[in-house]
């Protein structure tokens, strides 16, 4: 094999990744003669660039951009957190609104539901009574249970604020 059909085949495995360092070594000497062909020289430049970083000038300002990008990303990351509590904040806000809203928005029982009628007998109102009562119960029951999901909101949206 000739030396150019080498360092065809070398380069090939290594811009697949599959050389070793004794083959690096060879690339490495072969970029180094400073009579080499003028096909050569992109590769040359790129190898040299890989494994002789004095020889790469940074560009001016770099450092300073590189400082603004790591503040910025600092900023969003602490503003994460702020929008996350704004968002717990306005989320128990809504329930609490769509709780008001779900309060007036229940149909109101009509008057047929009721007894209008006065008892004589007492054994007869307290039969009554117990079923009003009964009634009462049920309906405030019903009420409370969409309330348990917004206590549970609200649980979670303390054990946030506490974090802070």
């Known amino acids: 094999m000739t030396d150019e059909k080498k360092i065809e085949q070398l380069l090939a495995d290594f811009y697949d990744g599959d050389t070793t360092p004794e083959e690096e070594k060879i690339l490495a000497q072969f970029f180094n003669n400073h009579e080499i062909s003028e096909k050569w020289h992109t590769d040359r430049d790129l190898f040299t660039a890989l494994y002789d970083p004095a020889r790469i000038s940074l560009p001016e300002g770099l450092s300073k951009r590189l400082e603004n990008v790591i503040d910025r990303h600092i900023k969003e990351k602490t503003g994460s957190k702020t929008r996350k509590l704004y968002l717990s904040l306005l989320s128990a806000a809504a329930v609490a609104i769509l709780c008001i809203g779900l309060f007036f928005a229940v149909e109101k029982p009509s008057e047929r539901d009721f007894i209008a009628d006065t008892y004589?007998?007492?054994?007869?109102?307290?039969?009554?009574?117990?079923?009003?009562l009964l009634l009462v119960?049920?309906?405030?029951?019903?009420?409370?249970?969409?309330?348990?999901k917004v206590k549970e909101s609200v649980n979670k949206t303390n054990e946030i604020l506490n974090e802070f």
């Open 120 to 132: 004589t007998n007492p054994e007869e109102a307290a039969i009554a009574a117990e079923q009003a």
């Open 137 to 148: 119960s049920t309906k405030l029951n019903k009420g409370l249970t969409p309330l348990a």
